[in-house]
């Protein structure tokens, strides 16, 4: 057969087309090619990206040192939480991850596999304010990896000038933040929304309400939720509020360049804060509010989970005990050699030195006896209701009586129809 | 060989063969589109009518209570009619002021290439990248903010652009990014319109004694550019609707987004990729969305005379 110069183009041109088709559909994931030593099968396992120095060369090395499985590590920058649930509606997502969760619908949607039997003997020994948000249905769905705090920094020199003490009650902490606001420095910085986020819960455990009572009801349908939470709108109406900066509530750069007086903020930012200030600072609860309140500090943790879609299940789970449980040694490294967190054992917090003297002590303190755990039962759509309406009380001066009811009718739509739902 | 026979192959063979390069050429990208674009559309409609938390496979049929659950969503509604005000806003400002570069730039006796690249480089500009621009640099809260710093020196105060709520200052930060991003893009649509014009129009109105200005542009310029003038709005107002990159970037932060200035697009990405998954509510919004969106369009389009013969 002859082949004409026509025709050989043609060939040749479809075969470039196949070959630029195959080449686009072929099988790079956009994963990373971070190995450990180890042998057997390959696991995928994510990380968000933790702001401090050093922690993702330690995830690499903890990775790099396992030696049933190879453990590549994805460190994933952006909306993690968006990216996990997304992943986990695929059977191309991670085998192990950490979250901030499981969320219950991840829990009831078969997303995440049962862990329980990875804390035989030790399950005593963990934070059990953190582990009660990773249990549903009698089983544990994710191990804690540290516990993180927030709390109210406050610089003690600015205080001193201004003549105030440290507030204890919330009407101090507006009178406080008023009387520290300047022209140059504002009294208080909790958010760039003003606190609707980042507070959450807070308030409503500081006036000793819950989001969520024991019976699976809402916690604050009380006076006193609204009565506490107008109190956010005089912090806004008396432009004692830091709003806009750079850096939001969870980097403590607005509290050390001196843009503010006090600000709310992780008890990772501890470091940096001691490293700028010296001693020039202390650490406080968020203040109670009212004869039922008490101080209050939310309490939380990553988790490491393992996706109910992994091909490697079994693999998965070895590798998460190997890690978040057996080695205690790596736990009080990642919590404390980068950032600054509680380790979510007991036994290894009791024994970190770092957390014996100064804020760091006082800090493990409030988190001891004033902590709470957002509960398994509060949803998303719970917390986008509540944010909305805080979010309005404080800058609207929207009526927090009307905005508490929306709340509380949402809430509890929101709870009846989870806990309907079979695990 | 016949030569009716060789006829024949003569007429079939180049008309096979054009079939088969049509398919070669547009086949790969018929398949993507079908692949990426209208099965998750068509599945997007089936999962509208699911209680679909966490799955993209869901059992648990609920025919129209998604839609009904959307419909009465505050939060919903209340982006809807905060996007139809933002767009009656937006279109006309971003019209007005696109064909007011274009016709200065299309007056220039020189340099008009350079101008018309100069207006145009803020639209090869990433939304992501303007909005962290505008956020983190110009309008940021603190007294160090390039529009705080200006104002300052008036003695003025510092203005948290983008949490201010009373007076609503974070549309002046959304607007003049969106402004400055899209009015070039606009601008050279606007000129190639105002090109296409014939300069024969211009000498007919002059002997007819048309004043140059407001006169001539109002009876031949602007009538003339009425085909532009209609895909441009049309553009517009489904940009608008479709608002994302840069409400998101600017307001959102890590716990979330505020109930103000949020576009039906935020809401329904919370709704469906937030941490709840609800991708059954998500899907029904996304639908209603689009329907509102197809209405709007018909409805400008037909008010405009889109595809009317011109005069």
Not at chain 1, 168 to 183: P, Y
Not at chain 1, 332 to 348: K, Q, T
């Amino acid at each position: 057969m002859t082949i004409s110069r026509r025709r050989l183009l043609a060939t040749s041109g479809s075969l470039a087309l196949t070959g630029a088709l195959a080449a686009a559909c072929g099988s790079n994931t956009g994963r990373g090619d971070d190995t450990s030593g180890g042998g057997g099968p390959t696991l995928q396992q994510w990380y968000h990206q933790y702001g401090e120095a050093g922690t993702e060369q330690a995830v690499r090395r903890y990775a790099a040192a396992y030696r049933k499985a190879t453990v590549k590590i994805q460190w994933r920058p952006g909306n993690y939480d968006q990216q996990t649930a997304a992943a986990l509606l695929t059977s191309s997502g991670p085998d192990v991850f950490e979250v901030n969760g499981p969320t219950l619908d991840q829990i009831q949607g078969g997303q995440v596999t049962d862990l329980t039997d990875l804390f035989d003997g030790v399950k005593d020994d963990f934070n059990q304010a953190v582990l009660a948000p990773k249990t549903y249905g009698g089983k544990i769905w994710g191990v804690p990896q540290t516990v993180d705090t927030q709390l109210l920094y406050y610089r003690k020199s600015l205080l001193k000038d201004a003549n105030v003490q440290p507030p204890r009650t919330l009407d101090e902490l507006v009178d406080t933040a008023k009387a520290l606001t300047d022209k140059k420095v504002k009294g208080l910085f909790l958010g760039n929304d003003g606190g609707a986020g980042v507070l959450g819960g807070t308030p409503l455990y500081a006036a000793g309400l819950s989001l969520v009572t024991e019976d699976g009801k809402a916690g604050f349908d009380d006076p006193a939720a609204a009565r506490t939470l107008a109190k956010f709108h005089r912090l806004y109406a008396d432009k004692s509020l830091l709003l806009g900066a750079p850096a939001d509530w969870s980097d403590p750069s607005a509290f050390v360049q001196g843009l503010t007086a006090m600000q709310w903020c992780g008890l990772w930012a501890l470091p940096a804060v001691k490293k700028a200030l010296g001693d020039d600072f202390g650490v406080l609860p968020f203040p109670e509010d009212g004869a039922a309140g008490k101080p209050s500090v939310p309490v939380g943790a990553y988790s490491s989970a393992v996706s109910a879609r992994s091909k490697h299940r079994v693999e998965a789970k070895a590798f998460a005990k190997w890690l978040w449980i057996d080695r205690t040694a790596y736990q009080e490294d990642f919590a404390l050699s980068y950032g600054f967190h509680i380790p979510a054992r007991i036994s290894l917090a009791k024994k970190a030195a770092k957390l014996r003297e100064g804020a760091a002590a006082d800090a493990v303190r409030y988190a001891t006896d004033s902590g709470w755990a957002q509960p398994l039962l509060w949803t998303p759509a719970c917390q986008v209701a509540y944010q909305d309406a805080l979010n309005r009380i404080i800058k609207d001066g929207a009526n927090p009586e009307t905005e508490v009811k929306a709340v509380v009718r949402k809430t509890n739509g929101e709870l009846q129809r989870v806990q309907k739902k079979k695990s | 060989m016949s030569s009716s026979g060789y006829r024949r192959r003569s007429r079939e063979g180049p008309v096979r063969n054009r079939t088969l390069w049509f398919w070669v050429f547009v086949g790969p990208f018929a398949a993507g589109l079908a692949l990426f674009t209208y099965v998750p559309l068509l599945w997007s409609l089936y999962l509208s009518f699911f209680d679909a938390h966490n799955t993209v496979s869901p059992t648990h049929f609920v025919g129209l209570g998604n839609y009904t659950s959307m419909l009465s969503d505050g939060a919903f509604t209340s982006s809807l009619w905060t996007f139809a005000v933002f767009s009656l806003f937006i279109v006309p400002a971003t019209y007005v002021l696109s064909l007011a570069l274009a016709l200065m730039v299309n007056r220039l006796r020189f340099a008009q290439s350079f101008f018309r690249s100069v207006f145009f480089l803020p639209a090869a500009c990433s939304y992501v990248v303007a909005s962290m621009i505008w956020k983190l640099s110009v309008f940021n809260g603190v007294r160090f903010g390039l529009a705080n710093t200006v104002l300052g020196w008036f003695g003025a105060d510092q203005t948290a652009w983008l949490s201010t709520t009373h007076p609503p200052w974070y549309w002046l930060v959304i607007v003049t990014l969106r402004l400055w991003l899209q009015a070039g893009f606009y601008m050279v649509l606007f000129l190639a319109g105002l090109q296409r014009i014939a300069p024969q129009l211009y000498e007919a109105a002059a002997v007819d004694g048309a004043r140059p200005g407001w006169q001539v542009f109002r009876h031949i310029t602007f009538p003339q550019l009425r085909a532009t003038s209609v895909a441009v709005v049309l553009l517009l107002v489904i940009n608008a609707f479709q608002a994302f990159d840069e409400f998101y970037n600017l307001l959102s932060d890590s716990r979330g987004y505020p109930p103000y200035a949020r576009p039906p697009l935020v809401y329904l990405y919370y709704t469906a990729l937030g941490q709840g998954q609800n991708l059954g509510l998500g899907s029904a919004g996304a639908v209603i969305l689009a329907l509102i969106i197809a209405v709007v369009t018909i409805v400008q389009a037909r008010w405009f005379g889109l595809g009317r013969r011109e005069d």
